[in-house]
């Protein structure tokens, strides 16, 4: 699958961000079926960066890293320039081609890759000769376009003309070095002995990884000689890379079970990727040596990959949860044999396998009916038991009563006049009425008094009276309730007006539609939210915050208990948010 950024060549320009990259050198390493390169890159003042590109052009993210003057253990977790990183990946990937630098296909890359909560990225690679630290950004594919070489050609997008792979390509996924990016993930294992040879089944027809990655349950297949049938299946992810892992039962008997692993290059039909034949080990029988080195029934496996991963999909008998995520190591002996560990919440698992040829799997026609169990009825079940619960005691006692703003709209006495937007973005409407601010505020209060926190007017001969003179009666009238904030006031013509708005408007933005003293109103809503917070008690609290909390204490109680009889009674209930 090359597409352009994954067949540049030297002295082919990029730009990234709008900005010319010219491409020098480039070293293509293999971890498995998993492929990606790096490109040294010399940019503007002779800025030098690498960009690294996966071969799967379904990750349409590349990051592009420079190098820094640090050093670092291969620790869980680093702090770097006051920075968190956690590893998300490590491995050992093979050189697989180069060019430029000195590189030599077959050498081995020792990495460890970091990541901290707003995605930037560190990486520690241990080379033969040195060991090379970097920082870097990941880089999303609309951001860069490609230059061919070929005389006036155009820049296209980076992940423009996909191509298919060459026939030698696909012929040599299977090459290689034999690493595994991602794992294979055996939990639920009952052992049998290690993985068929290689070697071609006679009539074998050739099975796609697109076909092999999407078996249905109960589906026959013939590896070696032997028929299994798929009796569950797990779907993994680390990051971007996903791989599916088939529970397969033999036709020896329903004891005999082995895990079938299918990693893919990628989404296309013609795509190669990576088969391997696991079955269960006991983990008290594998020795860890340090963390590069394990020992298994006499034979010595080095560490060629470690991560973790989370559980997307299951089906069958498996004792997974959604989401749930596990760590995992894998070794590879001199004969190939891959051992893993892996270490979930509850347990500790371990597998040995060995990489299995297409050639030896053959899809069969046949299938068998699977009883495969429905791991959501439990949750489901939960659910409603909790419905239930909710319905016969919790919802009698929430008060249904829609909210006032949308009373207000339904209420004839009241005429919507305008919106006004306050801080935050949040909208306030504005009505008008004929009846006076004192009747306003008792009429709102009764259609929301169970949420009524406080009813607040201003004290008289406060500092805002004094600026703002011209009316001795204190017409303005703040409710409070927890969802809503209701200021009644007079405006500039002396008409009664209510401006209602969602609760939490900043204090020190809060404005009022054209009221005749909005300096007043201001101080009001502030010493309202003053009093509020820091008193919570008392109307004899309220002087030092030149509010009256005590006018309305009366009408809210009766107005409450009204509403409380109607419930009791069954009627006066209306729904609404």
Known sequence: MPFPLYRLRAGQIIKIDGVA??????????????????????????????LSVERDETIRVSSLFHSIDARFSPDEKIVHEGREYVRYDSGLAEVRDFFGGTARVGDLVEFDEYRDKTALLLSREVWPDRVEYSAGV????????????SEGAPFRSAGDAFEKPSETEKNSEVEGLSGIKGSSGTKGFSGIEGAPDSGEISGALPVSYEKLSSLPL????????????????????????????????????????????????????????????????????VRLQGRDTAAYSGATYQR????SANVVEYRGNGDYDSNESFTFTEYRSEAGEILTCEYWSDEKEASLGRELPAADVRVLASRRR????????????????LALIFIEFVLPRINMT??????????????????????????????????????????????????????????????????????????ERLLQTTRETVMIYESEDGTTCVQVSPTGVDAGRYTVHRSRFPMRARSLYRNSRTWYERSGRAPDARSAYAIDASGYSSTVTSARQASAARRSSGGGRSFGK
Request: hydrophobic fraction near 30%; include cysteine.
């Open 21 to 50: 990259h010219t491409v020098e050198k480039m070293v293509e390493f293999r971890q498995g079926s998993f492929r990606w390169k790096e490109y040294a890159l010399e940019g503007e003042r002779g800025k030098r960066s690498w």
């Open 138 to 149: 990941e880089i999303p594919w609309g951001r860069i376009v490609v230059k061919e070489l």
């Open 218 to 285: 109960g589906q026959e297949l013939q590896i070696g000689g032997t028929t299994y049938c798929v009796v569950g299946y797990v779907r993994y992810r680390q990051g971007l890379f996903t791989w599916t892992e088939y529970e397969l039962e033999s036709s020896s008997g329903p004891n005999d079970h082995v895990w079938l692993s299918v990693e893919r290059d990628g989404p296309g039909p013609d795509d190669g990727g990576l088969l391997s034949l696991h079955s269960s080990i006991p983990f008290s029988s």
């Open 304 to 307: 060629v990959g470690s991560g």
């Open 370 to 385: 699977v009883h495969a169990p429905n791991h959501m009825r439990g949750l489901v079940g939960i659910l409603i038991f």
């Open 402 to 475: 829609p909210r006032i703003e949308r009373q207000l709209a339904s209420d004839s006495r009241f005429a919507h006049a305008t919106s006004v937007t306050l801080s935050g973005n949040r909208r306030g409407q504005v009505y008008s009425t004929s009846l006076s601010p004192d009747e306003a505020c008792r009429a709102i209060i009764d259609m929301d008094p169970d949420r009524v926190q406080y009813v607040t007017t201003p004290q008289p001969g406060t500092d805002s009276e004094q600026v703002e003179s011209g009316g001795s009666e204190r017409d």
